[in-house]
């Protein structure tokens, strides 16, 4: 196999980073690569405002301050994400509710959603998983007949689309153009990443003030040395905003790459029985899932694994609503507002972790001929595998 975390960092990234320390400016407060940052972000994805911040789970720390819980208020989200999704609840003394979800992919089943919205709900907080399309525009229509903020986490779905409008000149939109705030990571091992690095974006101009105001230790710089509000340093530096402008140019790019190849992987693996493919409409293919119905996911990871396909079984050691942290002080030897709080059960979500998600890296520079042994590996491997049904 190819080197399975392929990245595109190259020259231009270099004079990007050179650029900026011949400048001698490497705070994004007085420099100016932040800011072109923002403004190409906001353009790719026709929004009037992006932030820009240290990481994908800053960015979800800044669309929770921008939803404004109170202590004990309730956000409602995924089991299945990283945990930098969850950790700016706790941050904000919100409570996280996690609802079950799909198991044919793993996003949020805003049926579940529904039945937890409660008189504290504030927020929905939903993910594109491995960069497949979550249901936001149902979550949309709840959010909207509760008065709840919604925010979708794109960390892993840059340049994903959801299905188009209705209306037949209706072109596709892209995964976080729905929410509340939409926020993308830049981290290692996104589809193009600065190291760390995070955006937050949203249409409304007072979540974006709210937002811009916490990245930067709530600190109007308009107003002479004034805290307007409580805030943190979240702020992108400019190292890592014009490596993250080179990468931005790129993104198309490796997002069709990804694409191209995952069609061949998808159309190769059309006929073997056990496997459910991951639907190809809008995904970004940050990873590239499979979901075995009659279990064996563990079997057939190990299988791939050893065969050199770089394959791991469930993405997490456990659903997050499983996590330790539920059950040991969070704030010194207090749990705050999670006195008395445990986690909801999430049946498909411990299946999917357990017995029935498996997921391949991939990568932009994956060719037919990687395509070829990664689907050869999996015809090969899952009879033996078993499915269990
Ligand atoms: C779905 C999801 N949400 C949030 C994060 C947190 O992003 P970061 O690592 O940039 O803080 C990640 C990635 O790590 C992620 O995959």
């Known amino acids: 196999m190819a080197e399975a975390a392929g990245r595109t960092l190259g020259d231009e990234e270099v004079a990007a980073a050179e650029r900026v320390i011949r400048s001698g400016m490497l705070n994004s407060v007085w420099g100016t690569e932040a800011r072109l940052l923002e403004a190409e972000v906001a353009r790719m994805y026709g929004l009037p405002h992006a932030i820009s911040c240290s990481s994908g789970t800053a960015a979800l720390h800044l669309a929770v301050v921008a939803a404004a819980p109170d202590p004990g208020d309730e956000i409602i989200t995924t089991p299945i994400t990283d945990f930098g999704t969850v950790a700016p609840i706790l941050a904000q003394n919100a409570v996280p509710v996690f609802a079950d979800v799909d198991p044919g992919d793993g996003n949020l089943d805003p049926g579940a959603v529904a039945k937890l919205i409660g008189p504290r709900t504030r927020a929905i907080m939903a993910v594109h998983l491995f960069g497949a399309p979550a249901r936001v525009d149902e979550l949309r229509a709840l959010a909207d007949a509760h008065g709840l903020t919604l925010i979708e986490d794109c960390a892993q779905a840059w340049l994903a689309e959801l299905p188009a409008p209705e ?34 974006l949203t249409a409304d101009d007072e979540l974006a003030r709210r937002m811009r105001l916490f990245a930067d230790k709530g600190w109007d710089r308009a107003a002479g040395r004034s805290h307007a509000s409580f805030g943190l340093n979240y702020r992108m530096t400019e190292l890592q905003a014009a490596v993250a402008r080179a990468q931005l140019a790129k993104l198309p790019g490796v997002v069709a790459a990804r694409r191209r190849t995952a069609a061949l992987l998808l159309d190769a693996l059309g006929n073997v029985p056990g496997l459910r493919l991951p639907r190809p409409d809008g995904h970004a293919w940050w990873l590239f899932p499979l979901v075995l119905p009659g279990g064996g996911a563990r079997e057939l990871a190990e299988a791939l694994a050893a065969a050199g396909v770089p394959a791991r079984a469930g993405y997490l050691g456990e659903p997050l609503n499983r996590a330790p942290v539920w059950h040991g002080p969070v704030y010194g030897a207090s749990r705050g507002p999670l006195e008395g709080y445990t986690p909801a059960d999430c049946p498909e979500a411990d299946r999917l972790v357990a017995d029935t998600l498996l997921v391949i890296d991939w990568n932009e520079h994956y060719t037919g001929e990687h395509v070829e042994v990664v689907a050869r590996e999996i015809v090969r491997a899952t009879p033996r595998s078993g499915g269990r049904a």
């Open 167 to 200: 209306a037949a000149d209706a072109s596709p939109r892209l995964a976080g153009t729905v929410g509340d705030v939409a926020c993308l990571s830049l981290q290692q091992w996104k589809h193009i990443t600065c190291g760390d690095g995070g955006i937050a």
